[in-house]
T-cell receptor, first 112, second 118 residues
Framework: GDSVTQMEGPVTLSEEAFLTINCTYTATGYPSLFWYVQYPGEGLQLLLK?????DKGSNKGFEATYRKETTSFHLEKGSVQVSDSAVYFC???????????FGQGTELSVKP | GAVVSQHPSWVICKSGTSVKIECRSL??????MFWYRQFPKQSLMLMATSNEGSKATYEQGVEKDKFLINHASLTLSTLTVTSAHPEDSSFYIC??????????????FGPGTRLTVL
């Protein structure tokens, strides 16, 4: 079945460091890919998405490119801030608007 | 826009009682709502999908008689945990799909409900 695998956390970085959170997926078709972020004590928020191969999703300085050849959707940010500390979830949806399959989440902690 | 609320945000109940959790889309009509369960330090697991006016579709392994889902209107879905037991203690999260054009493939999540069964 479909699945999403993320790099294990927690990831601890200093402010202004470069961030990469790896995400790979297994799917039978051509899924849409998402990154969600969960700040402490809050619900999940959509960070960015990509719906087809080679699409790049971007938001708030974060980027991820849909790589069909490597079945990956790695999240990157050039310079993290303390306020980026949160849990990040990679997810896919096989059916347009359908159920989401989540990775296990990666906790990011950014120190000043 | 695209705000989803849940009520209550946390609830503590005795074993054997039933608990109802509400999920509301505040500024859009949600044709589809989803219910997830999240264990500490783990990912979200989909429990069921509900479309307004029809019966919910449950994921394999989820007891439909235990977790009753009602989606009676385009802005409200409810999850009732019947005869709750300590193992039902968890963080329950709903999401809603619909709303703005171009965002119909996006799910918007509620803040979650922490259920503790004593």
């Amino acid at each position: 079945g479909d699945s999403v695998t993320q790099m294990e956390g927690p990831v601890t970085l200093s402010e202004e460091a470069f961030l990469t959170i790896n995400c790979t997926y297994t799917a039978t078709g051509y899924p849409s890919l998402f990154w969600y972020v969960q700040y402490p004590g809050e619900g999940l928020q959509l960070l960015l998405k990509a719906t087809k191969a080679d699409d790049k999703g971007s938001n708030k300085g974060f980027e991820a490119t849909y790589r069909k050849e490597t079945t990956s959707f790695h999240l990157e940010k050039g310079s993290v801030q303390v306020s980026d500390s949160a849990v990040y979830f990679c997810a896919l949806s096989e059916v347009w608007g359908g159920k989401l399959i989540f990775g296990q989440g990666t906790e990011l902690s950014v120190k000043p | 826009g695209a705000v989803v609320s849940q009520h209550p945000s946390w609830v503590i109940c005795k074993s054997g009682t039933s608990v109802k959790i509400e999920c509301r889309s505040l500024d859009f009509q949600a044709t589809t709502m989803f219910w997830y369960r999240q264990f500490p330090k783990q990912s979200l697991m989909l429990m069921a999908t509900s479309n307004e006016g029809s019966k919910a579709t449950y994921e394999q392994g989820v007891e439909k008689d235990k977790f009753l889902i009602n989606h009676a209107s385009l802005t409200l879905s409810t999850l009732t945990v019947t005869s709750a037991h300590p193992e039902d203690s968890s963080f329950y999260i709903c999401s809603a799909r619909g709303g703005q054009r171009g965002q119909w493939d996006t799910q918007y999540f509620g803040p979650g409900t922490r259920l503790t069964v004593l």
